[in-house]
T-cell receptor
Framework: GEDVEQSLFLSVREGDSSVINCTYT??????LYWYKQEPGAGLQLLTY?????DMKQDQRLTVLLNKKDKHLSLRIADTQTGDSAIYFC?????????????FGKGTKLSVKP | DGGITQSPKYLFRKEGQNVTLSCEQN?????MYWYRQDPGQGLRLIYY???????QKGDIAEGYSVSREKKESFPLTVTSAQKNPTAFYLC?????????????????FGPGTRLLVL
């Protein structure tokens, strides 16, 4: 079945780059998304990439997609303490019967000053 | 401001009691979703509705019920049959149920309700 895998924890120092990785299994995924969840809050859409793209950059965020290996990554440049949160990868399949996103379990990013 | 609201922020349930979580959106979205979040488990889909007066079970629907009488509202009832209801509940909506067409078709989330058992 469909599955999205992420490592559970990542710790970086303030000012360094963070790279959060995700693998997915559904080769027919049309879009892949990154969401951010701060403590006690809902999920906030950060960015997304269409499956025919390799890279997308949005200010400090860079998304890389390797469709052959079904690997997605989110790079946060100049990581700040405010970036500490849980980051979820999700895949979406256009035309899927349920029309739902499949989420990974989330990567908790801790930024040390 | 357009958005999704959930209430209450915290909810306490006694043994054998049914409780209802509210979710309202003013984004004019057709589709709405309920997820349950447990630590280290990610998000699990409980129910979803792609249109008014219609809804479908997700992966963990047992012990829950929903209704969709209005486009703006998708309340979730946690029944006494749900033996382990303590969790963080997230409501989401999307323009339509055709997820994956792009940012506009992705899901937007409310702030969540934390349910605790007394």
């Amino acid at each position: 079945g469909e599955d999205v895998e992420q490592s559970l924890f990542l710790s970086v120092r303030e000012g360094d780059s963070s790279v959060i990785n995700c693998t997915y299994t559904d080769s027919s995924s049309t879009y892949l998304y990154w969401y951010k969840q701060e403590p006690g809050a809902g999920l906030q859409l950060l960015t997304y990439i269409f499956s025919n793209m390799d890279m997308k950059q949005d200010q400090r965020l860079t998304v890389l997609l390797n469709k052959k290996d079904k690997h997605l990554s989110l790079r946060i440049a100049d990581t700040q303490t405010g970036d500490s949160a849980i980051y979820f990868c999700a895949e979406g399949n256009y035309g899927g019967s349920q029309g739902n996103l499949i989420f990974g379990k989330g990567t908790k990013l801790s930024v040390k000053p | 401001d357009g958005g999704i609201t959930q209430s209450p922020k915290y909810l306490f349930r006694k043994e054998g009691q049914n409780v209802t979580l509210s979710c309202e959106q003013n984004l004019n979205h057709d589709a709405m979703y309920w997820y349950r979040q447990d630590p280290g488990q990610g998000l699990r889909l409980i129910y979803y509705s792609q249109i008014v007066n219609d809804f479908q079970k997700g992966d963990i629907a047992e012990g829950y019920s929903v209704s969709r009488e209005k486009k703006e509202s998708f309340p979730l009832t946690v029944t006494s049959a749900q033996k382990n209801p303590t969790a963080f509940y997230l409501c989401a909506s999307s323009i339509s149920g055709l997820i994956g067409r792009g940012r506009e078709e992705t899901q937007y989330f409310g702030p969540g309700t934390r349910l605790l058992v007394l």
